[in-house]
Every structure is written in C-alpha cells, then in structure tokens.
C-alpha cells in the first residue's frame, strides 16, 4: 500500500477543505481501503470524517433525515425505519454481513465502487480506473456486468443494496461544498451513466461532502426488496428489485420500481411504472411492464441470462406485492 498521510476532520468545513485539496474522505472504509490494499486507488491524504456530528437519525417535513456516518446496521434496525420503508431495512439486510454493516456508512454505501472484475485488476484496461484505456470486459467475463444503461466504454454496475431501495423511496442527497453551501439533490439525478466519461459516476464536485440522505413522507402501500445472487451470503446481486406498490381493490394506484445488478445505477423507469399504474394486476399488465424495462437490453455472451431473470424476478415481486398468482 502506497504511504499517505492521515487527517482527521474536526468539522464539515475541516473535511470539506481538505477534500479540496485532494484528500480522499474515510468513514467506514469497508471499499476504500480494499481499493487502496489493491493500489486501485492511491491517495496521498485521508480525512478522516468519524467524529464529525452525523450519526443521528432525525424526523424531518414528514420524513427521515439519515446524516452521513449513521451505520448500516443502526439504519436497518431504525424502529422508523423498518415501520415506514421496510424496503430500505430489507435491502441493508440483504447488502452485507453483520460486521461490514457495523462499519460501513449511509453516504459511503451511495459511494462504493463497481466489483467489476477489471476494475479491480490493475493489469488489466479499464476506463473507470484510467480513463482512454479501455474496457477489458467488452469481450471479457461479464457475468456480473450491465444489461441497460452502458456504453461502449463501460458497462459495469453499481453494486449497493440500499440505494436500490432509496431509489424506490425517491431519496434526496444533502451535500455540503467546500464554500460551505448545502445543495440538495434527487438520487436520480446524483449517479451519472457512464457514456464517454465512466470515471465520473456521480455529480459530486471536489470539495463535496454527503453530509445526509433525507427520505420524504413514508409512502402508501406495501413495500419489498427481493435479491437474487449466486449464493445466499452476502453475494452482489445478479437482479434485485426494490419496489413499493399501492393497490385499489384489483387495480394498482400506484408504484415504484428500482432495480439493481442490471445497469451502472439503481435503475428506475418511468415508463416501466406508468405502464403498471392504473392498470389492474393481470399476467397481461405485468408482462407488458417486464416488456417496457428490458426493451432496451444489451446482453453479453455471459450475462444474457439476466434478461429473462431480470422479467421474472419482477413478476414474482409484483405477484407478492399485489397480493396475486399470475406467473
């Protein structure tokens, strides 16, 4: 591992400055520091963020207010939490093992890196790690890789749990700059896909700080988080869906569809909802809404299998959440 220095952040500005001078933030750790173990990345400064004052959960206009450094696990143990957004608690249950979830954080959960296999392997191309190098996966192992939303630059996914299901809870992203000024910004507009530039995945500028994730008003409805893997412990998942659904009588009122493992983001298509809003919870309704999210699907020779289970992972949790046996 390469030397750095060592910095801890006695305040949000402290942190904020000393981002913008280049110093890589560490909370948790639980990627970074494999990434650094790795020499993936190799920061000559860490500041250190942990005893900064954001480890509260907090009600706010209706809803939560997460502040950055509160851990996985207190996040998925919150009595609100699990009342109101169950979807959320199922995700982080779901995301890692109990030790990781003791450590990592809510804003470096959002913040995690791709496990694509080249991107974590410094003998190997790849425009996430250097940008103008290439992608070594285009005719490598793509097994874990994306089936919408890439490039011919990259197509690696995002690999959390929980922002799937904060996707599905339209969660905001607080950011504090290093001027000092907060912005808040919709968490689909905070990921980037890759495009030309897949080494910039998020708006965050130098100097940032995600000092909060604030959910609005707890919706109507049920909620789930269903997750396929290869293993049941704790594996990145090959599909996941986290979606909440409002039924009148046999006609869906409305709904929320994330997804997870299939593209470089949490994954939500308006288009895919719509389909499904005001329309009664048939065979016919729910096919023609798997139509809608994968018509634009670009498999790999090792990943195609996603498609048809990507459709039938989302039949069986809209099934489960519409109350229905329509396979």
């Known amino acids: 591992m390469k030397p750095f220095d060592y910095i801890r952040a ?4 402290h942190a904020t400055s000393a981002a913008g001078q280049g110093a890589t933030i560490i909370a948790g750790g639980t990627n970074l520091l494999d990434l650094m173990k790795l020499e993936v990345l190799q920061p000559d400064a860490l500041i250190d963020i942990n005893r900064l004052d954001l480890k509260q959960i907090t009600e706010a206009d209706g809803g ?25 608690s199922e ?9 990781l979830r003791n450590k990592a954080t809510t804003a470096g959960n959002l913040l995690q890196r791709t496990r694509c296999y080249y991107f974590y392997d410094t003998a190997m191309p790849c425009n996430k790690r250097e ?22 630059q990259c197509i690696a996914t995002h690999p959390s749990d929980m922002a799937v299901a904060m996707r599905a809870l339209a969660a905001v992203v607080e ?18 896909l890759p495009g030309d530039t897949p080494h910039i995945e998020n708006v965050l500028r130098k100097g ?27 594996a990145f998942a090959m599909v996941s869906v986290a979606a909440r659904i409002e039924m009148d009588g046999d006609t869906v009122k ?48 090792d990943n195609a299998f996603k498609v048809p289970l990507a459709r039938r992972t989302l039949i069986a949790t809209l099934n489960e959440l519409c109350g229905k046996d329509v396979a």
């Open 91 to 99: 995700a982080l249950l779901a995301g890692a093992s109990g030790q």
């Open 10 to 13: 006695e305040d949000t500005g």
């Open 254 to 301: 409305d709904a929320a569809l994330a997804f997870g493992g299939i593209a470089p983001q949490p994954w939500r298509d308006a288009d895919a909802e719509n389909a499904l809003i005001g329309k009664p919870a048939t065979k016919e309704t729910f096919n023609a809404v798997a139509d809608i999210l994968l018509k634009n699907a670009d498999p790999k020779k």
């Open 175 to 192: 950011i504090e700059a290093a001027n000092g000024e907060t912005r808040h910004v919709p968490l689909s507009d905070f990921y980037l």
């Open 64 to 88: 939560l207010r997460i502040g950055a450094l509160v851990t996985n696990s207190d996040l998925a143990a919150d009595m609100r939490v699990r009342t109101d957004y169950p979807v959320l």
């Open 208 to 234: 940032d700080l995600i000092t909060a994730v604030i959910l609005p008003a707890a919706p109507k409805g049920a909620q789930t988080y269903r997750k396929v893997r290869d293993r049941a412990s704790y």
């Open 131 to 152: 940008p103008g190098t290439g992608c070594q996966a285009m005719e490598g192992a793509t097994r874990l890789h994306a089936i919408l939303g890439g490039s011919d």
